[in-house]
């Protein structure tokens, strides 16, 4: 059997290490999971207790429409329930819009380092795609994004805040390049961090799918709701989008349990508001403490940080794994000698600098 040719270029998604593997390898007694950016303050106490006081009839389907967390989110965020689609997670809307608008012969456009699965499932699909390197202080580079674009066009991609870096796109440069870029291009803008960004940074781009039919946001319950292991996300653009995505949408693509949990969690603006703050201190001090060992870090609105290192980050990502921490070394990110470390509890947080010294004083200082 021959599989689409593309597909001899691809291999599966090679996810963090898991800490049953790590324990045993090293003999580990604690590990601290720093690799995938999820919320190390679980979630919303109001979920657990509603899934203990009845649990959905798992032997009955889904209701495909999603229509109570769907009700409710576009109360929340006053759009149309026309104006949603559900997915398994962010990643699957990734996977739709891929199937909706790509075929051999299209291109989209994306900045790199980004989320790699924009790249992924558009190859695919047989499109091409163009990568567009961030600026030095990483940045989406908007006006060498634009200028990839060309008839071919179906998708450009942009993640804000962007991961592995953390920045996000400015309010004045999405608004010029929302003025130039053509109409036949989807934007696919990727809010998967949006609850951890600074109100100060946060440029509303919700406001703009009214004026713009060609915008789709896309963000999840997976980070800072903190539910990543029930798959559920969303995406919010002009019902013309919606209505095609549908096509392509999976009749029960999320689980009756998830739409349950996400409709609790959202409710729950506390505890989102809580796992801002304490982000954002642990994010503070952890910065406090490269700055005080010099070591640069890029500026991030989400729970992770993107840590230059002064060797090769596969060799920081392995003394780090061998002590019990793991983080994502840059090198697999594409921005060598870099580590993307999640932000973890104020307490694993100072455990972790207290082994970065270590290593900083054995390897670096001498
Ligand atoms: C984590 C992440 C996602 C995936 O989120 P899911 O909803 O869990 O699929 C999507 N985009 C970016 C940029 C992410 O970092």
């Known amino acids: 059997m021959e599989a689409k040719p593309v597909l001899s270029q691809l291999t599966p998604y090679k996810q963090g290490k898991q800490t049953k593997e790590i324990q045993q390898e090293f003999g580990l007694e604690r590990i601290v999971k720093l690799a995938s950016n999820e919320n190390p303050y679980g979630y919303s106490n109001q979920v657990k207790e509603a899934l203990l006081q009845g649990l959905p009839d798992f032997n009955i389907y889904p209701d495909g429409y999603t229509a109570e967390l769907r009700s409710a989110l576009a109360n929340k965020l006053e759009v149309a329930e026309s104006q949603l689609v559900f997915g398994s997670g962010t990643e699957e809307i990734i996977q739709m819009l891929c199937r909706t608008y790509l075929a051999p012969g299209s291109n989209v456009v994306t900045a790199t380092p980004t989320f790699g699965q924009y790249k992924h499932y558009s190859l695919i699909e047989g499109a091409e795609v ?32 962007n991961n592995p870096i953390g920045t996000v796109i400015p309010k004045e440069a999405f608004e ?23 109100p100060e940074a946060n440029i509303d781009v919700l406001s703009y799918i009214k004026s713009h039919n060609n915008l789709i946001v896309m963000r999840t319950f997976s980070k800072a709701y903190g539910l990543a292991g029930l798959r559920i996300g969303y995406g919010i653009a002009n019902h013309m989008i919606i209505d095609k995505l549908n096509v392509v949408r999976g009749p029960f693509n999320t689980t009756s349990i998830a739409q349950q949990a996400a409709l609790v969690a959202l409710s ?33 609105e989400t729970n ?5 290192t ?14 019990g921490f793991i983080v994502r070394p ?17 307490e694993d947080m100072e455990d972790l600098q207290r082994v970065l010294l270590e290593f900083h004083n054995e390897a670096i200082v001498k």
């Open 130 to 161: 163009k990568e567009i390197e961030v600026t030095a202080d990483g940045y989406h580079a908007l006006d060498k994004m634009l200028e990839a674009i060309d008839e071919k066009t179906r998708i450009i991609w942009l993640c804000s805040p």
């Open 176 to 198: 010029a390049f929302l003025n130039n870029c053509p109409k036949h291009v989807l934007i696919a803008f990727d809010e998967a961090y949006f609850e951890y960004v600074d």
């Open 268 to 300: 729950d603006d506390v505890f989102i508001t809580n796992s801002y703050e304490k982000n954002k201190t642990v994010k503070a001090s952890f910065k406090n403490f490269l700055n005080q060992i010099g070591w640069k870090y890029f500026h991030s």
């Open 304 to 308: 992770f940080l993107l840590v230059e």
């Open 310 to 323: 002064p060797i090769s980050g596969i060799d920081v990502f392995q003394y780090l794994l061998e002590r």
């Open 330 to 346: 840059g090198e697999l990110l594409g921005i060598p000698k870099t580590i993307r470390v999640s932000l973890g509890t104020g």
